[in-house]
Structure formats: C-alpha cells, structure tokens
C-alpha cells in the first residue's frame, strides 16, 4: 500500500519534525484509516530508509499521524512511502 506525505504534523507554534501527515489512496474514512494504527511505514531517502509506525488517525478524512525515528527533511513532502 502506498501513500503520500502531506506535511509535518503542528500546531500553531511547534512543528514536529519526526511526525508526519500521510494520506493513503482509498481510504476516506476516520474508521477506516484506524484500522491501519500499528503499521509500519518506511520512505526511501535514496542512500537509506527512514522507517516510522502509524500513531493514530488525522482528522475526519482518513489521513494518517505517522512518527518517524528520526527528523524528516523538508524535501519529504509530497514523496510516496510504503506502508506494511
């Protein structure tokens, strides 16, 4: 399954370097983007891959909070991931 980075997680002030908002094609429900919590996704940088889990859902329209092990590069944004 694949997905896409929308963009970082934040708020008003704080921006979450390690998490990530994805959104998966197909899946466009909150119940429905549950049920993949637990998941492991990775996102291929070229030299190496950066491996992160599913925390929870984002929102009402199926996105996904994803957090990573490490800080993302801003360059992340917009680039595919796999999902396992």
């Known amino acids: 399954m694949e997905g896409v980075i929308v963009n970082f997680k934040r708020g008003q002030h704080i921006t979450s370097e390690n998490q990530m908002i994805v959104k998966v094609a197909g899946v466009t429900t909150k119940e429905a983007a549950a049920k993949l ?3 492991k996704v990775i996102y291929g940088t070229g030299k190496k891959d950066m491996s992160g ?5 984002h929102g009402n329209s199926g996105a996904l909070r994803v957090r990573f092990e490490t800080g993302m590069p801003g360059q992340a944004v917009g680039q595919k991931v796999k999902i396992n």
């Open 53 to 57: 889990v599913v925390a929870s859902a």
């Open 37 to 39: 919590v637990g998941k």
